[in-house]
Each structure stands twice: as C-alpha cells, then as structure tokens.
C-alpha cells in the first residue's frame, strides 16, 4: 500500500503539493507575527489552532489522493446531493453573525459546509459535461449544467455569502468553454446578468448595448434570435431599476450591503483604507516580521483570514507579495497545463475547474485588500487562517495531483 | 464514460490560460503601485497619521404627551473613553485620569473591563464629565495617549411626573446585556437600550441610527483634523414617541396619591387612549440612569409594598362588586330576570349549611334589580346568580376580557385567573365545590382575579355598548381587536341607567364619584373586596360624559376599605379635574 502511495506520488505533480506547503507555511509565520501580544491560551492563538488543522488538511490530502478516480467518477451524484443538504443544514442551527455559514458539530470551532460545495460542485458538472458527449456547441446542453449550478449557489447566497456563491458559478464558464461551447453562447449566459448591473447608469447601460450589438453581428444566429435576445435583454434592463423601486428600503440596503459594503461607513470602506496603507506602508522589502506598526492592524476584523495580505503587504514588502503572486501563477498554470494533457476529459474538467475556484480565490483577495474590487470575504488558499477552507484546499490539491496522472491501476 | 477523451484545442487552453497570466499580472502592477511607486505616501499616512472613526451617538426620540410636552428628554453628558492598542502606559494614564477627574483608579479598571470590545475599539472609563474634569484632562492630553472623550446623550426624566412604570427605563449594554437583545448588531457596550415600559416596547422606534465622523490623529493620539478621505455621517434621531397621556393629569393623580398603594386609569372609551397611568408605589424614572448607589437600591428592594411592580398590569386582584355587572347582563340576556322582581335581604343569606352575608349587616330591604346594583346588595346577586350555570358566568367574563391579556401596549401584563368547571374541577375535585363557590365567585371573590388594566377595559365596553376600541399608550387609530357581541342595546341602555343610579340616587354606593357638575352625567360602580392581606381592596369603575365627550377612570386601593368611601372621592376629584375647566377638557381631547 504504502509503496504503492509513493510510487503514484512520484509520478505525479509534486512541485504543486510543496507550493501549496510553502504558502502555509508563509500564512503560520504571519499568524505568528500576528499573534505577538495577543493573550490567550495555547488553543485561542490562530498560529496553534493553524497548525492544528493542518494535520486534518494533510491526512485527507493523503486519502483523496489515493482514491482512484473512477471511484470519484462513481459516488459523485451521491455527494453531490449530499452537499446540498449539508448547506441546507447551517440554516437549522444558530446565527452566526447574523449569516448562516456554519454548523455547531459540537466541537470548539465551526464547520462550514459552502467550502466543500466548492470542489463537490466542479467534480459533478466534469462527470455531467463528460458523461454526455454533447454537442457542446449546441445552446441547450448548457441548461442542465447551470440548474446544477444555481441551485447550490442560492442556497449559499442566502446564507448569504456572495463570495462562496461566485466561487461555486464561476467555474461552469471555463468548464463550458473548455469542453467546446461557443463562446457566443457563455456570452448569452452573463449577457442577463450585465443587462440588469449596467441598467442602473444609462451611459454604462448605452455602452452594454453597442456591445450586444456589435456581438450578436459578429455571431450571426438567425435574425428572429438575433432581435429576441437583444430587446429581451433591453427590456430587462429598463425593467430592473422598476423591480428595484418595488423592494422595501432594507431590503435594498441589504442587497446593497451585499454587493457594496463600502456603504456601511463603519465597516468595509475603513478597512479598505487601513489596508491600503498598511499595504502601501510595507514598501518593496517591508518592515519585517512582527514590525509592522499599521498594523497590527487590529482595524481589520478578519486580518488572520480575509485581510492576511494586508499584514503580509506591511511586514514583508511587495517583494513578498511578487512572490506569492508568482507561486500561485505556477500553481494555477501548472493546473491548466496539467489539463489539457490529461488523458480522459472527465479529469481534464475537474482540473480546470479547480483551477479556476483557486484562480478566483486568488484574484478577488488580493484585490479586495488593495480595494480594487468591492469587499468580498473570500480567504486566500493555504495562506488565510480557516480549518474548513484549509482541508478544502488541500483536498483540492490531492484531487488535482490524483486526476492528473495517466490512469493505470492505480 | 470515464474514458471519454480529452481532445481540447490548444487555442482554449491558451486563451484560459492567457486570461489567468492576465489576472495575476495586474495585481503585480497595483501592488507594484501601491507599495514601490506611492510608497512614500502611505509611509508617512502610516507613520504620522491614522485615522480614527468616531461614532456619533444618535440621541433617543423624546416621549411626549398628547399635547406635545416633554416627559422624556434627552441631555448631553461627556464620556471618557480609552483605545487599549493606543495607550502607551496604561497604569500612568490612569493615574493621570485619576488625578484629573477624582475618580479612583478601580473603578476606572472596573469600566475598562467592562466596556473592553477590542484594542483598537474605543472603551469607556467615566461618564457625566463635567467641564472642569475636561479641561484638566485637556491640559494633560499630550501624556494621555488613546484617551478620549466625546458627547452621549443620557435620558432626562420630566420633573413632573414619575409614570416610572409606564415610561420604564433604558440600561447601559455591556457584555452580559448584549446576549439578551435580539437585534446584538445594532449595539456596542455602553450604548442605551429600552429594558422595560415604553422605552422597551418602542425601542425600534427610539432608537436612532448612529453616525460616524473620521478625524486624522497623529502618532501621540491628537486629532490633526477631519479626515478628507470621508465624509462625516451625521446620526440621525431616534422617532419622537407621541404618547396620549395628559401630563397634567397624571402629575395631578401622583400627588393626591403619594404614600399609598394605589392604582388609577384613565382613558377615554371612544379612542382606547390612555390619559393618565398612575401605580404607586412607584420609583423616581431616572433611578437607572445614573450610577444607582447599593442603599438606594436595597431601600427599593426592601421595601414591603413593592415599588417595583407594576400594579396596573401585573397586580392580581379580586374585581369585587364591580363585577355584578357581568351576572346582571347575562341574566338579562338570557331572559332569567324580571324588573320588577323584588327580593328581600335581611343581611344575610342561607345556602346548604353556609351563611353569606350582605356588606350591611341590617340589611337592604326590598330589592330590585336597578336598586340591588346602585346599593350593591349582596343578598338580592346570591338569589339571582344561581340560575346561571358557572360556565355560563366564566363565558361572560371571558368575553369582556377577563383571563386574557389586553393587548395593551406595555412591554407585559398578567392575565388573571376566571374559574370556570373545569377550573374548579381541578381545584377542588369533581365533587368538591358547590353553588356556594359560584356565589361568592359572583360577587368577584374568591378564585377570580383580574388586573386594573382589564378593568379599564371592562368599564369602556360598558360605556361603548361592547364595542370598545383596544387601549393603547402611544397615538394611533383606535381599532375594536375584541367586542363583546352578545348583548342587546336594550341591555346595555338599562346597565347604564343603573350605573348612573350608582353615582346620582341618594342611597347609591358611588356618591361620592360625583363632582355634581351641571351637565356632566357620571355612570359606575363601587367594589370592596375581601382578601387575606387585611382590610379590602376598594374599587371604583365608572366614565363621565359631558357633552358627548366621554372620559372613563379605575380607581384601586389596596386594603382601602369600602369603594364608595375611598376610591370613589379619587375618581371624583379626577372627574371634577377634567370637567371643571375647559382648559383641561381641550387638552384632554385635543388630538
């Protein structure tokens, strides 16, 4: 057994499992600096419980490993519906912050079921997307893969975690792509979503149209089609800020909140700026480890997760930040690459998929802390602290080195 | 279909790629942005300037009464407080405080503790700062690193009045508070919420939305200025709270009442509107405002006639006499009376092997129905009740609202006891109780509590022929939520006639209710009931009308003797007040 797990490592990526190492052990080293000063018991120190969960993360990283992958290929409908009752189930227990998220396992932390939504999702919409050698240029075979889709990410929104519900939609778009759908097809599937964003400033809103236009000329479907869709989305357009005026006050506010919580003056808007310049403070070498006086920035609720880049930005320069960019690149580069030359498209999927889910994460943290794009709570992989979306990541890389070998006996 | 073959373009693979490379190379260029070219920028805003958000504490709405005059203000105190992550020297800077303010250093600690939220989360060290303490404190800034102090509004108390039941109080939340409010977002430690009475009820409405202001401070903690990256939020108010009391009236009813354990309403029947809510007992309103010392506390605490409860919606009392109203209407209704039905008491009443007296002893008399109410003969009820079945009784009580809540706007209120078969099957046994009980239950003892509020009630569905709107403390549109159906107008027009015989015939118990002013027409009834506590409780219910305008009272003392003789001078005086003088009638029926 043991050989044979050695003999299937060595044959396989390793280079991404000791990235995916190295970046927690960067994220351990910047809890540490955090926690200077802070009192608490062994187990209320983020550092301790970090490295606590780190030995869940690895023994499932080893087990997903080694599962092969028609076995994965097999039960996953059956997880699938299992992960959808398990988001249902935090909605049953008690609020947590007035969200949602997690479910009281009776332990002394959270678990929180969104995080393995994730990956269960991207594995089920490859099994689909392969099973069904469709034609994928065809518009109607995308149907069943976005009902897959939106159902768990409206359970999530509702939780509501909007970061968590992005990251579970956003991979069907590569995936779609990947396996061959027009690309004038993945446009029809945002072009509802940009009519109602743009409807709200009629300069954005022009802009949108000139690009319909322009699209739906260059695709050439039939004029019928061709004039549906357009006004069809017009219409939506100019029907949203009519639906818009028909919610109550707080409801706009939450939606608002939700989407912008630059809004809420106490909250996003100061952290963005205390991690603007805790960021910018940090410089090109930084103030070194557990000097960054910003810093410690005890503004920031959520430093040791969401916001970990900002101290890292502070104490360790944008050296350490061009790094860490650079590490993830290779990392999510390596996956793609990794794709397209796997053997069979079941697995070829799942890659893509999780590259994108660790592409977004990426992305819309680094960004959210230099206040690029609104506040989203999305943590960084392997770096943030989190037990959930630690064993998640870690499974994710297991799944990603497994899937990506040629299959054998393993 | 595992084996599926992965046949993808090259091209997909490059431009998926190609958009990730573009991704992550335009975070380098901001981060690249931000740390290497503005460098210098953020450098300096880190090490000289930080900017600190100061909340600004949205005042509660004023409680006011029904003409707009204030019972509950607002006034402006300073607070101290203190951001842990900025103090250099904690033990130094409370010495420092200590020396400024006079407060001793424990009990600094003590609020520091309390109040800790964060380190960089403003906690509160003192409050009522006066401006001597703030100056020295001024002088002193520059050692005084992370300390602070800003404006919060305390609640004032009209001097007038104390209605502290009715306007309840608010309380500072701290750490053990918090885990009691449903909406724990909304608030931070020190901040007031609503904890009983009005202030309670209408919180959501009181409570006014915070605001925010961003000042620029420099590295010793001195505020530089206004931030200019934001924008100051201004708080806004919490909602004025209209009450429909009369505060003239109430401060009237306080005084005359001051030193006794004593209930009174009043309300006008047409609207459901309360005019004037007095228990007394009672405690001064601002009792836990300020830092309420252990004596006064242990005074109030102590005390055996319990300033704490609310008599007007929590005391359990028996109704008394006032309740053979209820076994009048039912036996009229059902046809078991005659008018002219004369019955003779001789003071007292024989069933089985028990004896029930009248309250006189020698006796009324020749009886009947209108006289046996307006003298409140005990003997004539004894005869009459007993062709009713005790359920039949119970429904009718239940139907005025009697057992159940009234819905009235106070955060709580109990909802008395009316025994039915099935009550004193369970009390007694299936054979254990008798005629008798339902004798006695008749007259509003024994087993049959109800609270005052449901006497109001009572008494403005009698004056409203049932269709009373529901009583309420704060303005709005009166609604009938409950009416009592059952009734013929013929009914209800005769109750009322006896009932004015009860205040205006010369034996009638109720005399002294009446102020005898000319066009005021006055309805009621007198109540004393036994208790095991002493002497009985003395009741008076009754409204007044003049000139169409209505204005109902319930008047309770505990172990005040006979109604007629104690409590029916009160609701006298009450009537005499607002009847009187056209001023008071106009602000009492101004909105």
């Excluded at chain 1, 956003?170 to 743009?198: E, N």
Aim: proline share 5%; net charge positive; with cysteine.
């Amino acid at each position: 057994m043991i050989q044979l797990f050695f003999q299937k490592f060595k044959e396989s990526s390793i280079s991404l499992i000791v990235i995916a190492l190295f970046l927690t052990g960067v994220g351990l080293i910047t809890l540490k600096s955090i926690n200077t000063g802070q009192e608490g018991t062994l187990f209320q120190l983020s550092f301790f419980k970090e490295l606590f969960f780190l030995i869940p993360a690895l023994v499932a990283f080893i087990i997903v490993f080694f599962i092969p992958r028609h076995t994965i290929h097999r039960f996953i409908y059956g997880f699938y519906g299992f992960m959808i009752i398990l988001i249902l189930l935090p909605f049953l227990g008690n609020e947590i912050a007035s969200t949602y998220r997690w479910i009281d396992i009776g332990l002394p932390f959270g678990f929180q079921p969104s995080e393995f939504a994730k990956w269960i999702m991207v594995i089920a919409l490859a099994r689909y997307l392969s099973d069904h050698n469709l034609e994928m240029n065809h518009y109607s075979a995308s149907i069943i893969p976005i009902i897959m889709v939106i159902i768990p990410a409206g359970i999530v929104l509702n939780q509501p975690d909007l970061g968590s519900a992005i990251i579970i939609l956003v991979p069907l778009l590569p995936m779609l792509y990947w396996v061959g759908a027009r690309p004038f097809h993945l446009f029809l599937m945002m072009a509802p979503m940009i009519s109602i964003l743009t409807a709200f400033h009629w300069i954005s809103f022009a802009i949108w149209a000139i690009i319909m236009i322009y699209v739906i000329y260059k695709a050439k479907p039939n004029l019928v089609f061709s004039i549906s869709t357009f006004f069809g989305n017009i219409f939506l357009g100019l029907l949203s800020p009519v639906l818009w005026g028909m919610l109550k006050e707080y409801q706009q506010k939450r939606i608002l909140t939700l989407f912008n919580p630059e809004i809420d003056p106490l909250g996003a808007a100061y952290q963005i700026i205390q991690s603007k310049t805790a960021i910018g403070a940090g410089g090109l070498f930084g103030k070194g480890w557990g000097q960054g006086t910003q810093t410690h920035l005890k503004f920031l609720p959520v430093q040791e997760s969401d916001f970990i880049i900002s101290v890292i930005g502070e104490e360790f320069g944008f050296i350490a930040i061009f790094i860490l960019i650079t590490l993830f690149s290779i990392f999510i580069i390596r996956t793609l690459r990794l794709a397209y030359n796997v053997d069979d498209r079941f697995s070829s999927l799942v890659l893509v998929g999780l590259g994108t889910i660790f592409t977004a994460h990426v992305f819309v943290n680094f960004a959210m802390t230099v206040g690029m794009i609104p506040v989203k709570g999305l943590p960084l992989p392997f770096v943030s602290y989190g037990g959930s979306f630690l064993l998640s990541s870690y499974i994710m890389v297991a799944l990603i080195m497994n899937l990506s070998i040629d299959p054998k006996d393993y | 279909m595992l084996k599926a073959a992965n046949l993808i373009p090259q091209r997909r693979f490059v431009v998926v790629s190609g958009v990730v490379v573009m991704l992550m190379f335009s975070l380098v260029i901001r981060f690249f942005y931000l740390q290497v070219y503005s460098h210098d920028t953020y450098k300096k805003k880190a090490e000289v300037n930080r900017i600190r958000a100061i909340p600004l504490n949205a005042p509660r709405g004023l409680i006011l009464d029904r003409n707009g005059q204030i019972i509950v203000d607002n006034y402006p105190t300073y607070v101290l407080t203190v951001i842990p992550g900025e103090m250099i020297n904690k033990e130094k800077n409370f010495q420092i405080v200590s020396y400024c303010t006079g407060i001793d250093t424990t009990l600094l600690k003590t609020n520091y503790k309390k109040y800790y939220r964060g380190r960089f989360l403003p906690a509160r060290l003192a409050k009522d700062l006066t401006f001597d303490q703030l100056s020295r404190i001024e002088e002193h800034k520059q050692e005084l690193t992370g300390i602070n102090y800003n404006q919060f509004p305390e609640r004032y108390f009209s001097e007038k009045i104390n209605a502290s039941h009715l306007l309840g109080y608010v309380k500072e939340v701290d750490k053990a508070i918090i885990e009691e409010i449903n909406e724990k977002e909304k608030y931070i430690y020190g901040d007031l919420v609503g904890w009983r009475g009005l202030e309670k009820v209408y919180e959501n409405r009181l409570r006014g939305i915070k605001g925010v202001h961003f000042v620029e401070v420099d590295a010793y903690g001195r505020e530089i200025g206004q931030s200019s990256d934001y924008e100051k939020e201004n708080p806004v108010p919490g909602i004025d709270l209209q009450t429909t009391l009369l505060i003239s009236l109430q401060a009237m009813i306080e005084k005359m009442l001051d030193g006794k354990r004593v209930v009174v309403l009043v309300s006008l029947p047409e609207s459901g509107e309360m005019l004037a809510m007095v228990s007394k007992p009672d405690y001064p309103p601002d009792l836990f405002t300020g830092e309420t010392t252990v004596d006064d506390w242990q005074k109030i605490i102590s005390n055996p006639d319990k300033p704490l409860l609310n008599r007007m919606t929590h005391g359990l009392y028996p109704p008394g006499s006032t309740l053979k109203m209820i076994t009048a209407m039912s036996l009229m209704e059902k046809g078991k009376i005659n008018y002219s039905e004369k019955i003779n008491c001789n003071g007292a009443y024989e069933l089985g092997d028990r004896i029930f007296h009248c309250w006189k002893e020698e006796g009324h008399g020749e009886m009947d129905l209108e006289q046996a109410i307006a003298q409140s003969c005990n003997v004539y009820f004894y005869h009459v009740v007993q062709r009713l079945s005790i359920d039949e009784w119970a429904n009718a009580c239940n139907e005025f609202g009697f057992g159940q809540r009234t819905e009235i706007d106070l955060a709580s209120e109990a909802k008395g006891v009316v025994p039915n078969s099935q009550f004193m099957n369970k009390q007694y046994g299936r054979w254990g109780w008798s005629k008798g009980h339902l004798l006695n239950l008749s007259l509003g003892q024994g087993e049959l509590v109800v609270t005052p509020i449901q006497m109001m009630q009572f008494i403005n569905n009698l004056s409203m022929n049932g269709r009373a709107p529901s009583l309420h403390v704060v303005k709005e549109k009166p609604q009938v939520k409950r009416s009592v159906n059952r009734y013929t107008h013929q009914t209800w027009k005769r109750m009322k006639r006896y009932m004015q015989n009860v205040v205006s015939s010369t034996h009638g118990t109720g005399k002294r209710a009446n102020p005898e002013i000319p066009g005021l027409k006055i309805a009621g009834k007198t109540g004393t009931a036994q208790n095991p506590h002493g002497e009985p409780h003395a009741w008076f219910i009754g409204y007044g009308e003049k000139n169409k305008k209505q204005v109902s009272v319930v008047v309770l003392i505990e172990n005040g003797g006979h109604g007629g003789v104690t409590a029916a001078p009160i609701a006298g005086r009450i009537f005499d007040f607002l009847f009187s003088s056209n001023e008071n009638m106009n602000l009492a029926f101004s909105l």
